[in-house]
């Protein structure tokens, strides 16, 4: 589809009025396009939200603002010299306070500012590293050779950008990156991948990284590096949450982010169950945040415009999550965007 269709269709699919906003335990479509644009049928690569209430959305092939008059834009930024956005690899996405996004492409980390200029913060385009490579301590960003698939996962309160490289968690500050964190890349096959799943981690404005695991991919095996210098642990959980109906530990994760103080949310399924939940991990204590009673699969829209329950929601929930001022929105994998009410942490 042509970017100007994408551009024509308002939130809610074009119903008049803006709708109220949700209330704790309640949910609601925030915006809808005619197609899937916001979503793309083979991945998720990152959700944002800003200060001033607009909703970011890295669908894979360009960066999507959703406005708060409902209206979506291109927010992929172009430069000379650069490729398109579809040609990027556009991988992650954070808002950071200044109104510029940062994402990841073709081996670097760049920053998107409002009118579309794009500025390298680290990484070589079009240059990489193995992942059974050593990697140094701290290392020059300018010309640094990340792994394929560099993300951005979060920007702490002193500016500081944490960014998931391959098997290495890094922090980058004043242009120079330090490693935070470093995981044995996982053998597959006659190849090694990383351990953890980039565009499906997080990280908190404390420096806090919550990391998605490859395998076995379920809440369990999420890794928790502290942003106070404690050493790296797996995610407290209790044994089991009665609405789940399983260990709470083999729960499939789809999505993670954090909750701003000393938790995370989290998309996750029962295995084989087809049905979805978001929860809020705090202090080894789970609770339900949200619950659809559709099954997982394709739904070319969702008619809940108006707030509604968001335990037994009727619609299949977006793949991916950020939070923001008590607020859960889910976008990715779906022609629609989610905002759900939590009680803000």
């Known amino acids: 589809?042509?970017?100007?269709?994408?551009?024509?269709?308002?939130?809610?699919?074009?119903?008049?009025?803006?709708?109220?906003?949700?209330?704790?335990?309640?949910?609601?479509?925030?915006?809808?396009?005619?197609?899937?644009?916001?979503?793309?049928?083979?991945?998720?690569?990152?959700?944002?939200?800003?200060?001033?209430?607009?909703?970011?959305?890295?669908?894979?092939?360009?960066?999507?603002?959703?406005?708060?008059?409902?209206?979506?834009?291109?927010?992929?930024g172009q430069q000379g010299g650069r490729p398109g956005p579809s040609g990027r690899g556009l991988s992650g996405l954070v808002a950071r306070g200044d109104g510029s996004l940062l994402t990841g492409e073709d081996g670097q980390?760049?920053?998107?500012?409002?009118?579309?200029?794009?500025?390298?913060?680290?990484?070589?385009?079009g240059r990489f590293r193995s992942l059974t490579a050593p990697v140094p301590r701290t290392a020059a960003a300018a010309g640094f050779r990340f792994a394929p698939g560099v993300t951005p996962l979060g920007v702490g309160k002193d500016g500081t950008v944490v960014i998931a490289d391959g098997n290495v968690v890094w922090s980058l500050s004043g242009g120079t990156l330090t490693r935070r964190y470093e995981q044995a890349p996982v053998k597959h096959a006659a190849t090694y991948v990383s351990p953890f799943v980039a565009t499906q981690s997080a990280a908190d404005p404390d420096g806090t990284v919550f990391l998605a695991p490859v395998?076995?991919?379920?809440?369990?095996?999420?890794?928790?590096?502290?942003?106070?210098?404690?050493?790296?642990?797996?995610?407290a959980l209790p044994a089991r949450v009665p609405d789940l109906g399983v260990a709470t530990a083999d729960l499939a994760t789809s999505s993670l982010t954090g909750d701003g103080a000393d938790?995370?949310?989290?998309?996750?399924?029962?295995?084989?169950?087809?049905?979805?939940?978001?929860?809020?991990?705090?202090?080894?204590?789970?609770?339900?945040?949200?619950?659809?009673?559709?099954?997982?699969?394709w739904s070319a829209t969702c008619e809940a415009h108006k707030p509604a329950p968001a335990r037994g929601f009727p619609c299949p929930f977006p793949l991916a999550l950020t939070y923001r001022s008590g607020h859960v929105y889910l976008a990715g994998q779906r022609t629609y965007v989610l905002d759900i009410a939590a009680a803000a942490s």
Request: a negative charge; aromatic letters at 4%.
């Open 263 to 297: 938790g995370v949310y989290a998309d996750v399924s029962p295995p084989d169950s087809g049905h979805s939940f978001v929860i809020h991990v705090h202090g080894a204590q789970v609770d339900v945040i949200a619950s659809t009673t559709a099954k997982a699969g």
């Open 1 to 76: 589809m042509a970017l100007a269709g994408l551009l024509t269709v308002a939130a809610c699919g074009g119903h008049s009025g803006p709708p109220q906003p949700p209330t704790p335990g309640q949910a609601r479509v925030l915006g809808q396009t005619a197609d899937g644009d916001i979503g793309p049928f083979d991945g998720t690569r990152g959700v944002a939200a800003d200060a001033g209430g607009a909703l970011y959305v890295n669908t894979g092939q360009r960066l999507v603002r959703l406005g708060t008059d409902g209206t979506f834009t291109d927010a992929s």
């Open 215 to 235: 395998y076995p991919g379920t809440l369990g095996g999420v890794t928790v590096v502290p942003g106070n210098g404690q050493p790296p642990h797996k995610l």
């Open 109 to 125: 980390v760049v920053a998107v500012a409002g009118d579309g200029r794009i500025t390298e913060l680290a990484g070589t385009a």
